[in-house]
């Protein structure tokens, strides 16, 4: 099974900083890889897809790369309503896999 | 795009729960499908997919337990949960990938 390391586990974050959340790949999946973001009592909603792909309607201030097996998901100006719990998800192979979340806090 | 699950519930140990979700707004029938579950207080964890020629695939924690099935007809996706353990218990979601059901919870516990 391919595991998603996820970090940070949280963080807390001013509207002026760029927030980086990085998940590493114990194998290659070939930008089989997506972003969510969770607010409490709400259902996931799709950021990024395939590694670097905007979601519709998702703002230009989410962006994602790769850098080797380990993916990021920058947030620039982060806005108050950015803060929640953000995954990633591998589709490159099953079992499909989860990183273990990031709780981010935008003061 | 609208996902809506039902069936959930409280149920014993060992029973069996059959939960529904019903898909509109797009072809359901080209889309393959998941079942991703979140036991309280807890992370995302990937449970089934059916493909759109259902096709199945299951995580190991339910694998001959768990039967994902879909009816193209009724625009439906199922998830079949026998022998339910406690650590089953936790809010459901259909998904495409891009777009999530609003989840339904699933409480075993005697």
């Known amino acids: 099974d391919i595991q998603m390391t996820q970090s940070p586990a949280s963080l807390s974050a001013s509207l002026e900083e760029i927030v980086t959340i990085t998940c590493k790949a114990s194998q290659g999946i070939d930008d089989y890889l997506s972003w969510y973001q969770q607010k409490p009592g709400k259902s996931p909603q799709l950021l990024i897809y395939d590694a670097t792909s905007l979601a519709d309607g998702v703002p230009s201030r989410f962006s994602g790369s790769r850098s080797g097996t380990q993916y990021s998901l920058k947030i620039s100006r982060p806005q108050v309503d950015d803060s929640g719990i953000y995954y990633c998800?591998?589709?490159?192979?099953?079992?499909?896999?989860f990183g273990s979340g990031t709780k981010l806090e935008i003061k | 795009v609208q996902l809506v699950e039902s069936g959930g519930g409280l149920v014993q140990p060992g029973k069996s729960l059959k939960l529904s979700c019903s898909a509109s707004?797009?072809?359901?029938?080209?889309?393959?499908m998941h079942w991703i579950r979140q036991a309280p207080g807890k992370g995302l964890d990937w449970v089934a997919y059916i493909s759109s020629s259902s096709g199945t695939v299951y995580a190991d924690a339910v694998k001959g337990r768990f039967t994902i099935s879909r009816d193209n007809a009724k625009n439906t996706l199922y998830l079949q949960l026998n022998s339910l353990k406690s650590e089953d218990t936790a809010i459901y979601y259909c998904a495409t990938g891009a777009h999530w059901g609003q989840g339904v919870m699933v409480t075993v516990s005697s």
């Open positions: 998800l591998q589709s490159y192979s099953t079992p499909f896999t």
């Open positions: 707004g797009f072809t359901f029938s080209s889309y393959g």
